[in-house]
Every structure is written in C-alpha cells, then in structure tokens.
C-alpha cells in the first residue's frame, strides 16, 4: 500500500467519452500532481496542486481538466482525447509543495480508441 | 529548459553483478536529484541528494551526487532478480518543478 490510490487502474475510452481520473492519498499532504507517462518517453509533469490551488499546467491540452476539491483528492477530468493520449497516468503526493519525495499511486493505464 | 539524461538506457546483467547507472543534468537553480524504482506501474523513492560529494546507502544501494560536474550515480552491489526494474532520476530545479530522465532499465538474469 502506497498511501496513493487511483481508480481506476486500467480505462478504455472512445474519443468521444467523457471520463474522470480519481487520486486519493492518506499521507496528509497538501499537494499533489498528475504526470503523463508514456511508452519510451520520461515522466511528464501535467498539474500540480497546492493546498488546492492549481499552481502549475504544463501547456497541457484542454481536454485535460484537472480538480482538487479538498488536499487529498484529486482528478483529472476526461473528454474528447486522442489515441496519442494513451498513456499511464501517475498520480503523486508530497508534502509542504515540495516536490521532494513524491509517493506515486499505481497509475491508471488509459487506452483511447 | 531542464534536461536529464540517463545512460545507458538499459542493461543486462547476472545475479551478482554490480550495475552502475548514470544521470547527468541541466538545471537552473538545482535544489536536488531524486532517484526512483519503477517496478510495473508506480516509481517508489530510493534516494534524495542534494550535497558533493556524500554517499547515500540503502542495503545494496548507493548513491553519490556530484554538483560541480553536474551528475550523479547509483550503484547496486550483488544484484538479484529483484532488482529488474526500471530506475529514474529526476531533478528538482528553482521552480520546484520535478524533470525526470528517460530511465535505465535493469534486467538481472539468475
């Protein structure tokens, strides 16, 4: 158990779906961050949240939305993707807004056909 | 823009080996360098460096950061099949952004 959790872990998607990404953490950190991994490629930074607040997005496409309604949930909102958006999506956590030691979720696995 | 890089990019060895992976970076206003496991899905943290010259160890791991040549190492000693995985390094920069490498990937053969 990492102290991450993400559902779900493997999703499926037309490109006309709409579909939500869920991250939880029980570490009590304050902020938390979406990477997009895809294959062959580094980790990418996509959001990053403190004590809620969006603080950074990475030029991602707007048919990423990213929500954090409280410190220890976070989502990353769905609609309208490319097959080029397959990837593993990592959820992490840390404390204080340091982006030191991150803790990842297990990442959901995202197909777009 | 930040940049890491880490070689090789994959390897091959035998229980018992030592591995030796390198990153080496670009980053304005460094603050630390950061070396993660990545067994299937989710990178587990190994090391935080941020000094030369100090050697972080974890069992059979190791890790030294050199800051004036811009790199660092992380070493593993008798290798096992447990330690196939694939290793990431990533850098913090001024803006407490994370960039993170390409990665290593470790197979250990028994």
């Known amino acids: 158990e990492t102290g991450v959790t993400q559902t779900p872990r493997h999703l499926v998607m037309g490109m006309t779906n709409k579909k939500s990404l869920k991250c939880e953490q029980h570490l009590g950190h304050n902020a938390m961050y979406w990477y997009k991994q895809s294959a062959k490629k580094p980790l990418e930074l996509m959001f990053v949240?403190?004590?809620?607040?969006?603080?950074e997005n990475n030029s991602v496409p707007s048919r990423f939305s990213p929500e954090c309604p409280n410190s220890s949930h976070l989502f990353l909102h769905l609609h309208t993707l490319q097959p080029e958006d397959s990837a593993l999506y990592l959820c992490?956590?840390?404390?204080?807004?340091?982006?030191?030691?991150?803790?990842f979720g297990p990442g959901t696995r995202l197909t777009v056909l | 823009e930040d940049k890491v890089v880490q070689s090789p990019l994959s390897l091959v060895v035998h229980e018992g080996d030592t591995v030796t992976l390198n990153c080496s970076y670009e980053?304005?206003?460094?603050?630390?360098l950061l070396w993660y496991k990545q067994e299937k899905k989710a990178p587990t943290f190994l090391f935080m460096l941020t000094s030369s010259g100090i050697e972080k160890k974890s069992g059979r791991l190791s890790s030294i950061l050199d800051k004036k040549e811009l790199f660092s190492i992380l070493n593993i000693t008798a290798t096992q099949t447990g330690d196939s995985a694939i290793y990431l390094c990533?850098?913090?920069?001024?803006?407490?952004?994370?960039?993170f490498g390409a990665g290593t990937t470790v197979t250990v053969r028994a």
């Open positions: 992490a956590s840390s404390q204080e807004g340091s982006v030191n030691e991150q803790f």
């Open positions: 980053v304005t206003n460094f603050r630390s």
């Open positions: 949240y403190n004590f809620k607040e969006q603080t």
């Open positions: 990533a850098v913090e920069g001024g803006d407490y952004k994370l960039s």
